[in-house]
């Protein structure tokens, strides 16, 4: 085995791992301030030492460092004084993409809608346009340096989605981007297809449907990269039989279903996702008891993006109405032209501050249940014994400074699979 790296004398170390109990976690060093703390398995004074790439041990820095001394690892950090976090997984982005939206913005504040935009020409279809242009090389520069940003915020694991093509051949493209940049970039790249994330110019919604069923999704398939399917489930883009198809054919090829649900308007997205087994439906502004219910009885992960509604000025997710009925809410950044945010640390403030979340809820969210959104090991996401050694050391002496310190990054060192990338 390779000592692969020790990061001792850590003010607190996270590992998302629930201790037996209270008394339990205290005489093994874990912090005892509130239940909340125990819960995600809190140690101060602590190191974790990894392996081979996965955690080998975590717990008090005397005896962890007794047992893997920090000069025999290939990379030893000194974390006094600083908190350490499982590495964020965000689960839902649409990072590939060419072109520039930030006149929208500007038109947005000016009192534009976002409908007023997109007759005009803007918003998914103007990046299309861009997309559809741009070169592969180009295309790929662009998602590094997104991918390089999310980095630099403690982001360790990113889902990617297509969308931005439109037909099959640029979605195609799309992917092998993606596939690539996984192949370049040290932050793992999970591949979701999302051919029907809008209607193309001049084309009918039935008629484009049918495109990616009898075309799209045989092709993707193929071509074996992307390992979920997507798709905007909204008023005036696609209705829900028109998603249930883009589903099915999409699982039956081997896909596992993800639903844009309930963002602009309740039109049944949510039960949809529940009905076809999909790993996560997201967004979800618009929500019912009802549907919070039939989400939490298949076991699908509600993910939650809080950016979105930043960016549009629009009402929030009402996160605590899932959290009550017991499911595991997930957060992501939902990095796109139009919420132009890389930042995890900035959706876990926004979830804070304007979905109710507490702090810790905000960090499960962005990491475990995150890693659940996107059929992950559950593993993934923490920083328990035979975890990937995948984390972030932040400036703080706590992990709460995440959300608290709005508007600043406060992830320091970030190490994937041991070692250290940022």
Not at 29 to 37: F, I, K, L
Not at 167 to 194: G, S, Y
Not at 219 to 244: H, P, T
């Amino acid at each position: 085995m390779t000592l692969t790296a020790v990061v001792h004398d850590a003010a607190q170390v996270v590992t998302l791992e629930a201790t037996d109990d209270e008394a339990d976690a205290t005489d093994d060093g874990a912090s005892e301030a509130t239940d909340e703390h125990a819960a995600l398995g809190i140690y101060e004074d602590a190191a974790v030492a990894i392996e081979d790439g996965e955690v080998a041990r975590v717990g008090p820095t005397g005896p962890v460092t007794r047992e893997f001394p920090p000069e025999n690892a290939a990379y030893a950090v000194d974390a006094t004084e600083k908190a350490v976090i499982p590495g964020f997984v965000d689960p839902h982005t649409h990072a590939v993409f060419a072109g520039d939206r930030s006149d929208e913005f500007e038109a947005k504040l000016r009192g534009k809608s976002y409908q007023e935009i997109l007759d005009e020409g803007g918003g998914i279809l103007r990046t299309v346009r861009a997309t559809r242009e741009a070169g592969d090389e180009r295309l790929l520069g662009n998602l590094l340096r997104h991918l390089d940003e999310m980095l630099a915020h403690g982001t360790t694991t990113v889902e990617v989605k297509s969308g931005y093509g439109l037909d099959a051949e640029t979605e195609l493209r799309l992917l092998d981007v993606i596939d690539r940049a996984d192949d370049r970039h040290p932050v793992d790249v999970v591949p979701t297809f999302m051919g029907a994330h809008a209607v193309p110019e001049g084309r009918d919604a039935d008629e484009y449907v049918e495109e990616v069923v009898a075309e799209q999704i045989p092709a993707v398939a193929e071509q074996g990269i992307a390992e979920f399917v997507d798709v905007f489930c909204e008023e005036g883009v696609f209705s829900v039989e028109q998603s249930r198809r883009v589903l099915d054919a999409g699982r039956d090829a081997g896909l596992t279903p993800k639903v844009h649900a309930e963002e602009l308007a309740r039109i049944g997205g949510t039960k949809l996702a529940a009905e076809v087994g999909a790993a996560s439906a997201d967004h979800l502004l618009h929500s019912t008891e009802e549907d919070v219910a039939a989400l939490v009885d298949s076991d699908v992960v509600p993910v939650l993006l809080p950016g979105t509604a930043f960016g549009l000025g629009a009402a929030y997710a009402d996160a605590r109405q899932f959290l009550d009925a017991g499911a595991d809410v997930a957060v992501a950044t939902d990095f796109n032209p139009n919420c132009y945010s890389q930042s995890m640390g900035f959706a876990a403030s926004l979830a804070c501050v304007e979905m109710g979340m507490t702090p810790g809820e905000a960090l499960v969210a962005g990491t475990t249940n995150a890693a659940a959104a996107l059929d992950l090991p559950e593993a993934v996401g923490t920083l328990r014994e035979g975890a990937p050694g995948d984390l972030a050391v932040l400036d703080a002496p706590s992990y709460v400074h995440v959300p608290y310190n709005f508007g600043v990054n406060a992830v320091e060192t970030v190490l994937k699979g041991g070692e250290v990338v940022y």
